[in-house]
Protein backbone atom coordinates (compact mmCIF):
# COMPACT_ATOMS: atom_id res chain seq x y z
CA UNK A 1 0.00 0.00 0.00
CA UNK A 2 1.42 3.21 -0.54
CA UNK A 3 -0.43 6.16 0.28
CA UNK A 4 0.32 9.71 -0.84
CA UNK A 5 -0.83 12.15 1.68
CA UNK A 6 0.67 14.96 -0.13
CA UNK A 7 -1.86 17.37 -0.51
CA UNK A 8 -2.64 20.41 -3.00
CA UNK A 9 0.40 22.59 -2.67
CA UNK A 10 3.63 21.59 -3.15
CA UNK A 11 3.31 18.62 -0.95
CA UNK A 12 2.53 20.49 2.15
CA UNK A 13 -0.44 20.00 4.02
CA UNK A 14 -2.95 22.48 3.65
CA UNK A 15 -3.63 24.44 6.84
CA UNK A 16 -4.76 27.58 6.07
CA UNK A 17 -8.56 28.07 7.28
CA UNK A 18 -11.11 29.45 5.17
CA UNK A 19 -14.38 30.93 5.63
CA UNK A 20 -17.51 29.57 4.70
CA UNK A 21 -19.90 31.78 3.27
CA UNK A 22 -23.51 29.66 4.22
CA UNK A 23 -23.65 27.18 6.91
CA UNK A 24 -25.35 26.40 10.12
CA UNK A 25 -23.27 26.88 13.20
CA UNK A 26 -22.97 23.85 15.15
CA UNK A 27 -20.47 24.31 17.35
CA UNK A 28 -18.93 20.89 17.31
CA UNK A 29 -15.98 19.91 14.52
CA UNK A 30 -17.01 17.47 11.63
CA UNK A 31 -14.51 15.46 10.12
CA UNK A 32 -15.80 14.17 6.05
CA UNK A 33 -13.87 12.16 4.50
CA UNK A 34 -14.64 11.79 1.07
CA UNK A 35 -13.66 8.80 -1.17
CA UNK A 36 -13.53 8.25 -4.86
CA UNK A 37 -12.85 4.40 -4.86
CA UNK A 38 -11.19 2.94 -7.63
CA UNK A 39 -8.97 -0.27 -8.03
CA UNK A 40 -5.27 0.91 -8.87
CA UNK A 41 -6.07 4.38 -7.56
CA UNK A 42 -8.04 5.96 -4.50
CA UNK A 43 -8.86 9.59 -3.62
CA UNK A 44 -9.38 10.43 -0.71
CA UNK A 45 -9.72 14.18 1.25
CA UNK A 46 -10.26 14.69 4.87
CA UNK A 47 -12.61 18.37 5.16
CA UNK A 48 -12.70 19.47 8.38
CA UNK A 49 -15.75 21.81 9.55
CA UNK A 50 -15.48 23.64 12.43
CA UNK A 51 -18.34 26.32 12.82
CA UNK A 52 -18.39 28.24 10.20
CA UNK A 53 -15.03 27.61 8.94
CA UNK A 54 -14.21 24.78 6.52
CA UNK A 55 -10.11 23.52 5.86
CA UNK A 56 -8.75 20.88 3.70
CA UNK A 57 -6.80 18.75 6.39
CA UNK A 58 -5.39 16.17 3.48
CA UNK A 59 -5.78 15.47 0.21
CA UNK A 60 -4.05 12.44 -1.76
CA UNK A 61 -4.06 9.17 -2.65
CA UNK A 62 -3.93 5.21 -2.12
CA UNK A 63 -2.13 3.43 -4.88
CA UNK A 64 -2.52 0.07 -5.32
CA UNK A 65 0.07 -2.22 -7.12
CA UNK A 66 -1.25 -3.19 -10.76
CA UNK A 67 0.84 -6.52 -11.30
CA UNK A 68 -0.76 -7.99 -8.06
CA UNK A 69 -3.30 -10.19 -7.28
CA UNK A 70 -7.19 -8.16 -6.79
CA UNK A 71 -6.81 -9.75 -3.37
CA UNK A 72 -3.88 -7.77 -3.29
CA UNK A 73 -5.45 -4.86 -4.22
CA UNK A 74 -8.44 -4.39 -2.33
CA UNK A 75 -6.42 -5.17 0.63
CA UNK A 76 -4.13 -2.21 0.29
CA UNK A 77 -6.85 -0.22 -0.32
CA UNK A 78 -8.16 -1.30 3.01
CA UNK A 79 -5.25 -1.09 4.66
CA UNK A 80 -4.55 2.81 3.26
CA UNK A 81 -8.34 4.15 4.29
CA UNK A 82 -7.97 2.07 7.51
CA UNK A 83 -4.81 4.41 7.92
CA UNK A 84 -6.58 7.24 7.03
CA UNK A 85 -9.19 6.97 9.36
CA UNK A 86 -6.76 6.22 12.32
CA UNK A 87 -4.73 9.27 11.53
CA UNK A 88 -7.14 11.87 10.39
CA UNK A 89 -9.93 10.96 12.73
CA UNK A 90 -13.32 11.67 10.41
CA UNK A 91 -16.36 11.95 11.92
CA UNK A 92 -18.28 10.70 8.45
CA UNK A 93 -17.37 9.06 5.44
CA UNK A 94 -18.60 9.96 2.00
CA UNK A 95 -18.20 7.68 -0.68
CA UNK A 96 -19.03 7.84 -4.78
CA UNK A 97 -21.73 5.44 -5.74
CA UNK A 98 -21.02 2.77 -8.93
CA UNK A 99 -21.52 3.47 -12.12
CA UNK A 100 -22.33 0.98 -14.29
CA UNK A 101 -22.42 0.67 -17.50
CA UNK A 102 -24.37 -2.04 -19.66
CA UNK A 103 -21.38 -2.40 -22.14
CA UNK A 104 -18.48 -2.84 -18.95
CA UNK A 105 -20.06 -4.43 -16.38
CA UNK A 106 -16.75 -6.09 -15.29
CA UNK A 107 -15.66 -2.69 -14.38
CA UNK A 108 -18.96 -2.44 -11.90
CA UNK A 109 -18.11 -5.87 -10.68
CA UNK A 110 -14.41 -4.74 -10.06
CA UNK A 111 -14.97 -1.64 -8.07
CA UNK A 112 -17.92 -3.41 -6.01
CA UNK A 113 -14.95 -4.75 -4.64
CA UNK A 114 -13.05 -1.56 -3.72
CA UNK A 115 -16.25 -0.21 -2.40
CA UNK A 116 -16.46 -3.04 -0.14
CA UNK A 117 -13.50 -2.97 1.88
CA UNK A 118 -13.91 1.18 1.74
CA UNK A 119 -17.00 0.14 3.51
CA UNK A 120 -15.74 -2.11 6.03
CA UNK A 121 -12.94 -0.21 6.62
CA UNK A 122 -15.85 2.68 7.85
CA UNK A 123 -17.66 -0.08 9.51
CA UNK A 124 -14.94 -1.07 11.76
CA UNK A 125 -14.11 2.37 13.05
CA UNK A 126 -17.57 3.18 13.68
CA UNK A 127 -18.61 5.64 10.89
CA UNK A 128 -21.65 6.00 8.75
CA UNK A 129 -20.81 5.80 4.92
CA UNK A 130 -23.43 8.49 2.96
CA UNK A 131 -23.07 7.36 -0.51
CA UNK A 132 -23.66 9.97 -3.75
CA UNK A 133 -23.56 9.48 -7.74
CA UNK A 134 -21.32 11.40 -9.75
CA UNK A 135 -24.18 13.03 -11.39
CA UNK A 136 -25.48 14.31 -7.40
CA UNK A 137 -21.97 15.58 -7.00
CA UNK A 138 -21.81 17.29 -10.11
CA UNK A 139 -25.31 18.72 -9.80
CA UNK A 140 -24.69 19.85 -6.37
CA UNK A 141 -21.55 21.60 -7.00
CA UNK A 142 -21.60 23.07 -10.44
CA UNK A 143 -25.57 23.04 -11.31
CA UNK A 144 -24.99 20.76 -14.24
CA UNK A 145 -25.60 16.86 -13.28
CA UNK A 146 -23.05 16.39 -16.53
CA UNK A 147 -20.55 19.04 -15.83
CA UNK A 148 -17.01 17.85 -17.34
CA UNK A 149 -13.58 17.02 -14.94
CA UNK A 150 -12.47 20.94 -15.51
CA UNK A 151 -15.99 22.40 -14.35
CA UNK A 152 -15.49 20.31 -10.73
CA UNK A 153 -12.26 21.05 -10.35
CA UNK A 154 -12.95 24.75 -10.76
CA UNK A 155 -15.70 25.00 -8.25
CA UNK A 156 -13.81 22.96 -6.06
CA UNK A 157 -10.63 25.78 -6.21
CA UNK A 158 -13.60 28.32 -5.95
CA UNK A 159 -15.13 27.14 -3.31
CA UNK A 160 -12.21 26.75 -1.11
CA UNK A 161 -10.43 29.48 -2.38
CA UNK A 162 -7.21 26.87 -3.61
CA UNK A 163 -4.80 29.09 -5.39
CA UNK A 164 -4.25 25.78 -7.89
CA UNK A 165 -6.75 23.29 -9.31
CA UNK A 166 -6.63 20.41 -7.18
CA UNK A 167 -4.82 17.01 -8.98
CA UNK A 168 -4.99 14.69 -9.57
CA UNK A 169 -8.57 14.19 -10.48
CA UNK A 170 -8.99 11.51 -8.28
CA UNK A 171 -8.17 14.19 -5.64
CA UNK A 172 -10.21 16.13 -7.19
CA UNK A 173 -13.13 13.60 -7.35
CA UNK A 174 -12.83 12.88 -3.26
CA UNK A 175 -12.93 16.94 -2.57
CA UNK A 176 -15.83 17.35 -4.67
CA UNK A 177 -17.77 14.20 -2.85
CA UNK A 178 -16.66 16.31 0.94
CA UNK A 179 -17.72 18.95 -0.56
CA UNK A 180 -21.19 17.45 -1.76
CA UNK A 181 -22.14 15.42 1.88
CA UNK A 182 -20.89 18.84 3.62
CA UNK A 183 -23.50 21.06 1.71
CA UNK A 184 -26.53 18.60 1.45
CA UNK A 185 -25.91 17.30 5.48
CA UNK A 186 -25.89 20.83 6.66
CA UNK A 187 -28.31 21.93 4.52
CA UNK A 188 -26.66 25.23 2.95
CA UNK A 189 -28.54 24.41 0.03
CA UNK A 190 -31.78 23.14 -1.85
CA UNK A 191 -31.68 20.41 -4.73
Do not use: W
Not at 90 to 115: C, D, N, Q
Not at 133 to 146: D, H, M, P
Amino acid sequence: MRRSGQSLLDGRLLEERIPVRIMKSSGQRVRILGIDPGLNITGYSVLEVDGRTLRVCEAGIVRGQRQTSLADRVHEIYQGIVDVIASLEPTAVALEELFSHYKRPRTSILMGHARGVICLAAAQAGLAVHSYSATQVKRILTGNGRAPKTQIQMAIMRELELEILPEPADVADALAIALCHHYLASNTIQI
